[in-house]
């Protein structure tokens, strides 16, 4: 589609700084262009067969697989994760199309016969409309796909917005798709840019459903301003995370969840553990160990086999982050690892993974987002003031968050249950992907039915009133 009058954004690898695309910011007139095109498509591909819609997605899940490496690749040239971390994210993006593809079962709606004499009562669920998705850029694969494959499958036409800093790897997927076929045109839509195409977006009149993830306080504003407008909205912000070690627990197990938690893709994970809270005896066997593990970790670009670190994904991102460092510091948090100028890659946009202890709840390293390889360690006497009970279980059940783990470090739901967090990190009802997915891009509509036969009155008000 062309643009009208964008503006345009260099975007750089941050391993290596190399120039990979000059990025058009579009504004509200690419968004009226794309509307125009979904609502279009939509009326034809509501009525295609459900399973015609599901046949597509089966299609389209084989050329995903064959394409793996090459949207790994994507991943890690505009983002920083290592290619083998992208991968596992193609994978999960390709495990969204398959329970995306059970939609003839997942879609089906509920009937009752009988609900008075001769009276039979059933609810469809037919698709919400146009519905938008706006991603963050730690995903550049994945969160796109919590959206794309489940509002098709539903019968919606859709457009999406990448993150202006990873837009690469939805090209290369959009490119697939035209390449793939099958799909009338208008039903998948592209439009790339930031805050303006964000905000036509929510207050398109054409658009009738939004899903947004990033940060928490952009999640906010994206939910109040499209919900104003009247659309559907949810809205998945960030996260702090935190993983409690009891004295009991098998430490090497252990500390390769944290490490695998806390500095996969260097830190930037909505579900990156952040604070580790020892209780009791696991303070000096488990940082004992964290240490020395850290400090074993390669710094480097993603695409190298030898990096577990990359870069994080910009030179702006690695001064916030460096600033969190001094942050802790200057609070009085003691600094274990320093990952602040790693001796591999001394320049460009790197942080080394970093531990800061005697970390307490009150400071604000302990409470706000980092979204960096930055791990901080508080020690808490009994089980109590690690804010659980005496058992997994009581934890599990009292704790206020949306998703937990037990023993697993990053407890990313499988594409079959929803995701989201709570409280601050979540504006909206219906949780991502999962049977929520139906939820959000289905309307429901009951239909009542009466059916008169030979001996029948005639008569419409009974002696029990009118029953409609
Ligand atoms: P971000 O909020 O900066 O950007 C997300 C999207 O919003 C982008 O497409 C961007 O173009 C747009 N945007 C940014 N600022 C805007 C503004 N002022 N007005 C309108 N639109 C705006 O987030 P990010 O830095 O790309 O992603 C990282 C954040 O996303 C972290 O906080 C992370 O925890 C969160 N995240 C959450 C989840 C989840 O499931 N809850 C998953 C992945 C990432």
């Not at 690469?168 to 805050?195: A, K, Y």
């Not at 992907?433 to 959000?440: I, K, L, N, Q, T």
């Amino acid at each position: 589609m062309p643009t009208i009058e964008t503006e345009i954004r260099l975007l750089g690898n941050p391993a290596t700084g190399e120039l990979l695309a000059r990025v058009p910011l579009s504004g509200a007139a690419d968004v009226d262009a794309a509307v125009a095109a979904a609502r279009a498509a939509l009326p034809a591909w509501r009525s295609r067969s459900t399973i015609e819609r599901a046949r597509w997605l089966f299609g389209f899940r084989q050329v995903l697989e064959a394409h793996q490496d090459e949207l790994a690749r994507s991943i890690t040239r505009e983002m920083g994760k290592t290619f083998a971390d992208a991968r596992a994210e193609v994978g999960r993006a390709i495990e969204m199309v398959e329970a995306a593809s059970a939609v003839p079962q997942t879609m089906q709606g509920r009937v009752l016969e009988n609900v008075a004499t001769a009276v039979d009562c059933e609810t469809f669920r037919q698709p919400v409309g146009v519905c938008a998705a706006i991603a963050p850029f730690n995903f550049p694969a994945m969160v796109p796909f919590w959206f794309l494959p489940f509002a098709i499958a539903c019968g919606n036409t859709f457009i999406l917005k990448p993150s202006e800093q990873v837009p690469l790897t939805q090209e290369l997927v959009f490119n697939l798709i035209h390449e793939h076929g099958g799909l009338p045109d208008g039903v998948l839509n592209l439009v790339n840019g930031s805050r303006d195409v964000v905000n036509g977006i929510l207050d398109h009149p054409g658009i009738d459903a939004v899903s947004f993830v990033g940060s928490a306080a952009v999640a906010r504003y994206v939910y109040e301003r499209a919900a104003a407008a009247g659309k559907r909205v949810q809205a998945l912000g960030g996260a702090k995370n935190f993983m409690v070690v009891m004295p009991d627990a098998v430490i090497d197990k252990t500390v390769g969840n944290i490490i695998g938690s806390a500095f996969g893709a260097a830190g930037q994970r909505c579900m990156a553990g952040s604070v580790v809270i020892a209780v009791g005896d696991a303070k000096r066997p488990l940082l004992d160990e964290l240490v020395t593990r850290t400090r074993a970790l390669s710094v480097g670009d993603g695409l190298e086999q030898s990096t577990d670190v990359g870069p994080v994904i910009s030179c702006q991102a690695r001064d916030r982050i460096l600033g969190w460092i001094e942050k802790g510091v200057a609070s009085g948090a003691e600094l274990l690892v320093d990952g602040r100028r790693p001796a591999s890659r001394p320049a460009g946009a790197y942080v080394g993974p970093t531990i800061l202890d005697g970390v307490t709840p009150d400071m604000e390293i302990a409470q706000e987002e980092v979204f960096g390889p930055v791990l901080s360690v508080i020690h808490a006497d009994s089980l109590d003031e690690a804010e659980s009970g005496a058992a997994v279980r009581r934890y599990r059940h009292d704790v206020e968050v949306g998703m937990i783990g037990v023993n697993v470090g990053v407890a990313a739901p499988v594409a079959f249950f929803p995701f989201s967090g709570w409280k601050g990190s979540f504006f909206g009802d219906l949780h991502a992907h999962g049977s929520d997915a139906v939820e959000f891009y289905t309307r429901k509509k009951t239909v009542t039915s009466r059916f008169f036969s030979g001996g029948e009155t005639g008569r419409f008000f009974t002696e029990q009133g009118d029953r409609s």
